[in-house]
C-alpha cells in the first residue's frame, strides 16, 4: 500500500510539473490585462509547497488504493488476469457458502428439524415435500429475494453493517456462554482424538477462508491518522481474532458429540431449551449472511467485468446490465442448488482460489511493487517496510502456497471428496 501510494503520488507530482497547453498560451498573454499575475504567483507558491510535502513523505498511506489498482500498477497482462481470476473464483465460493448456509438454517427451522439428527435430506419436511425439496425450494427463494440487488449498485451500507456486526457477537458470546454452562456442568459429551491428519487438507482450506482479509485491508488501513504502529495493531488485531477462534473451536469439540457436530456451527445449539436462543442461532446466517450477499454479488459483477472486457470499449445494456449479473449470481446458486455440504465448499474456496488470494497475490504484489519503486523512486525511504523484507521470504511464502496446493489435491485425489 505505502509503495502504491508512493508510485501514485509520483505519477501526479510528474503530470502536475509538465506544462500544459492551456499554461503555455496563459505564458504567452501574461503581459494582458486581464491576467491576474500576482493571483498565479500565490498559487504557484502553494503548488511548490504540496509538492514538497508529496517528495517529504512518498510512502505515506494517504490514499485508498485498492488491489485491483495496484494489481495494474505492478503486474503485466498475465498477471493482471490471473489477480481477477482468483478473486472471481474465491466471490464465487463465497456466495455459494453464503446461499448454502441460509437455505440449511431455514430448512433446519421449517422443518421442525430441531432434534439435532442433522438434514437428512430423504426425510420427510410438509406434505409430500422432503427435506431435500424444502432445501432446493428455499435456496429459490433466496436467490428470488436477494439475487435481483446484484442489478444494482448497493450503497451506504455503513448502518447495516453495524447491525450485522452487532449480531455477529451478540451470537459469538451467547454459543461460547452457552459451551461455557455445559462444560461446568460436565455436560459435555465431546471426546476429540489427539490428532486426526485426515482433517489437514479441510483445515488449512478453512483457515485460509477464516482469516482472510487482504482484499480489505486498504479500506481499513486508510483511514487509521496514525499509521505509525500500524503493523502492531494488524498483529494484536489477527492475535485477537486467532485466540477468538480457538475459544470458539475448543469449547465445540469438547461440548458435543464429534460425529454429530454441523458444519454450519450454529446449528449445534437447536436443542437449547430456551427458544428465543434455539431459534435466534438457527437464524443467525440467514440476518448477517443474507446482507453481506449483495454486497459480495456486485464486488464480484465488477471484477468479471474487469477481467472479461475492455475498458476503453463501451458495451450494450444487455451486456453490461443484464449478462454480467446473471454471470455473478446463477452459477454460486447452481453449486448451492447441487451441494449442501459446507465443509467442502470452504475448504475448496480456501485451498484453491483463497492460497492466491492470501498468498500469492500479496506476496507478487509486494515483489513486483519493490522493483518499481527502485526504479522511479531510486533510494527513497519506506516508512512502511516489512521487516521480512528479505526476498527469501517472498520465495518462502509461495513454495508454502504451491505446496499445500498440490497435497490438498493429492488429497481430494485418494480420499475422493
Known sequence: MAIANAIDRSNKYQANSEPSQDESDATDAINTEKMPVLRKGKQSDNDNEEQGNAISNMFEIKERIELGKMARMFYNKWGNNFFYLCICIYLYGDLAIYAVAVAKSLTKVACNDLNGTGLNMSNPCWGNFDIGGAYRIFVAAFAVCLGPFV???????KYLQVTTSILRWLAFAMMLVITFIYLSNGSGSGHPPVANFAGIPTFFGVCIYSFMCQHSLPSMITPIREKKHVMYILLGDYSLVLSFYALLSFTAIFTFPNNMLEDLYTLNFTQYPVKFVSYFLSLFPVFTLSTNFPIIGVTLRNNLKSLLLKEDTVYSFWIDR???????????????????????????????????????????????????????????????????????????INVWAIACVVFVTINHIITKK
Open 151 to 157: 442489478f444494482f449498485n448497493v450503497q451506504k451500507t
Open 322 to 396: 443484464i449478462l454480467f449479473p446473471l454471470l455473478a449470481v446463477l452459477p454460486p446458486l447452481t453449486l448451492a442448488l447441487i451441494t449442501k455440504d459446507l465443509e467442502f465448499l470452504t475448504g475448496i474456496t480456501g485451498s484453491y482460489a483463497g492460497v492466491g488470494v492470501q498468498y500469492v497475490i500479496p506476496s507478487t504484489l509486494v515483489y513486483y511493487g519493490r522493483k518499481v519503486a527502485q526504479e522511479r523512486l531510486g533510494n527513497e525511504v519506506n516508512i512502511y517496510a516489512s521487516p521480512f523484507k528479505h526476498w527469501l521470504w517472498i520465495a518462502f
